[in-house]
């Protein structure tokens, strides 16, 4: 720790750092987040780092250091400073000089730095484009507009919005004397007339809200600028800067840094207004990327400060293929994580403009995990567009192997393949087998198509028997109707058949798979078979297999949810699909 601090700028020295470190007791500080009590030698609490009963914390006052017995957090009093503030090394130490009142030594050579003048432009740019907004006159039209999308005046300043005015060069103009226009092109906040340099410079941002870029510690890096009206892009973003890097920042971390725990949970949205939205709702634990998808730098960051991850998830075909992307970059980097699926069309701002945080809620606590998402929404999309059951389940079992490949840890493999064989109904050892030939970089579609072939026999076997029986004794299908929905049926063309069937209509479907599949079951059946008999007990077994589905689901959203009304529903529904499966076995 103290190497890279060395590192930093020479202004680093030893002597301030000993300094701080002497002034700055761990027991209190400590003692400001955790209640201690003496014990022996040592403090001993509840750990901050981790959820417990009874205590493991534990600090030395004579060594300075902590030590967790339980989650082996431990460190010195700069790490535990950077831990519970979510900040850089650098950070900490400034933070506990401030705190004992010894002076921060100049940031020397950085302050005349490139990267220091782009930071004094960009602060002064958020400042201007703050006043702008709250001009009297000249922001009075966008306050209003901000005002009627419910944001309160104390949002819009923890986030400092602002706007850039009309006209070309409003900005440069109030800039010029303090800033050159060389650091405000580098900076992003201007560009250069066609012309060469004789002609001088604008404003890159004009007539826009201007949404500040502040990364954790406070600094403005850069700003997202909202078109006010239908004009194009909707959204500009800075250029990429020596001080903002789009595929590693983090919209909102400042603003959400403080409400993050070890145990804790970290919201990906993907628009500006989602995360000021659901902030203001009181959700705040949230965060946005910008201008860029998901990238393995932002996971990596989400890494070190919660355990799970949610990303939303709005219903498109798009979002769908992002969404599987992002999973997997999450997973690879060893995070947990959920999808939160939302109405379509709906975003986390709209939704909670509409339906409050309640609604954030209910559509939260019902998150899917990665399994349950490529249930849903790759196998679940995929039958929707036509495609054949197996093709379908083909595509999903791809996609599960793609993520259980990229997972580093064993005991998570494990998980999700035990997870993908109860969602997807496949056995563990075929999607095992296949991923580690995906490891080897070798083909997985002859494993893959020979376990969906064997997972279809079993299906099929169930749902033909059925519909063959059905088309056999036919005054059989009222008392069916009543128990069974099309809807029960996981193959496609089984499922038409029995859409078909269901509809009354007489005879035998003429058109499509089904028709070929009718006169299949039609032709090939025995008369000295008992077809009502065979029809009652396929009908059970229908009935038994949706219930247990059911119950796996309820089961599975119970260990999720922490809702008291969520699990006191959850378990009245566990209790009544349980009743029914015992009726069913009697
Ligand atoms: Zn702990």
């Not at 069309?345 to 995990?369: C, F, H, I, K, Q």
Request: a neutral charge; charged letters at 25%; one cysteine or more.
């Amino acid at each position: 720790m103290t190497t890279s601090a060395r590192g930093s700028g020479g202004r680093m020295t030893d002597d301030w750092l000993e300094r701080v470190r002497a002034a700055s007791d761990l027991v209190e500080i400590v003692g400001q987040t955790v209640p201690l009590k003496r014990v022996g030698r040592n403090w001993v609490g509840l750990c901050p780092f981790h959820a417990e009963r009874t205590a493991s914390f534990s600090v030395s006052a004579e060594r300075q250091l902590y030590h967790c017995f339980s989650c082996k957090a431990g460190g010195d009093v700069f790490k535990f400073v950077q831990e519970t503030e979510k900040i850089e090394f650098l950070e900490a130490v400034e933070w506990l000089s401030r705190r004992a009142g010894i002076g921060v030594p100049e940031r020397r050579g950085e302050r005349s730095s490139l990267k220091g003048a782009i930071g004094e432009a960009l602060e002064l740019a958020a400042t201007s484009y703050e006043q702008w907004l709250r001009d009297p006159v000249g922001g009075a039209r966008v306050r209003a507009a901000l005002a009627a999308r419910g944001l309160r005046d104390e949002t819009v300043r923890q986030f400092r919005l602002g706007l850039a005015p009309e006209g070309w060069t409003p900005l440069v103009d109030r800039l010029r004397p303090r800033i050159s226009e060389e650091t405000l092109i580098q900076a992003g906040l201007a560009l250069r007339r066609e012309g060469g340099e004789a002609r001088g410079v604008y404003d890159r941002f004009r007539q826009r809200l201007m949404i500040p870029l502040i990364a954790p510690g406070g600094a403005v890096v850069g700003f997202g600028a909202r078109a006010l009206g239908d004009e194009n892009p909707k959204y500009l973003n800075s250029p990429e800067t020596p001080v903002y890097h789009k595929s590693s920042f983090l919209f909102g971390l400042e603003q959400a840094r403080r409400a993050l725990t070890a145990d804790g949970e970290l919201i990906v949205v993907e628009g500006y207004f989602d995360v000021i939205t659901l902030h203001q709702a009181g959700i705040v634990q949230v965060v946005a990327t910008s201008g860029t998808a998901l990238t393995a730098d932002h996971a990596h960051a989400f890494r070190r400060l919660v355990p799970r991850v949610a990303l939303t998830f709005d219903g498109d075909r798009a979002g769908r293929e992002a969404t599987m992307r992002s999973i997997g970059i999450l997973l690879a980097e060893g995070l947990e994580m959920r999808v939160v699926d939302l109405p379509p069309g709906e975003d986390p701002d709209t939704l909670v403009r509409s339906s409050g945080v309640e609604g954030w809620n209910e559509r939260r606590a019902a998150a899917y995990d990665a399994v349950e998402f490529v249930h849903r929404h790759v196998q679940g999309a995929a039958l929707n567009a036509g495609a054949a059951r197996a093709d379908a389940l083909e595509r999903a079992i791809q996609a599960i192997v793609g993520l259980a490949a990229g997972l580093a840890d064993p005991i998570r493999g494990k998980l999700m393949l035990q997870r993908s064989a109860e969602v997807l109904g496949v056995g563990e050892a075929v999607l095992a087998r296949a991923i580690s030939l995906r490891r080897r970089g070798q083909d997985i579609e002859t494993p893959v198509r020979a376990a969906v072939r064997e997972h279809q026999g079993v299906e099929e076997g169930l749902e033909r028997l059925l519909l063959r029986g059905l088309i056999q004794a036919l005054q059989t299908l009222n008392e069916v109707r009543q128990r069974l929905s099309p809807e029960d049926f996981r193959d496609h063309t089984c499922r038409a058949l029995a859409l078909w069937l269901w509809a009354g209509n007489p005879g035998l479907p003429k058109n499509g798979p089904e028709a070929d599949l009718a006169r299949e079951l039609a032709v090939g059946g025995s008369d000295q078979m008992d077809w009502a008999a065979e029809v009652r007990g396929a009908t059970v077994r229908m009935v038994e297999r949706r219930l247990k589905q059911q119950l796996k689901e309820c089961k599975h959203r119970l260990n999720e949810t922490s809702g008291a009304a969520e699990t006191e529903r959850l378990m009245q529904e566990i209790q009544t699909i349980a009743r029914s499966l015992r009726e069913l076995s009697t």
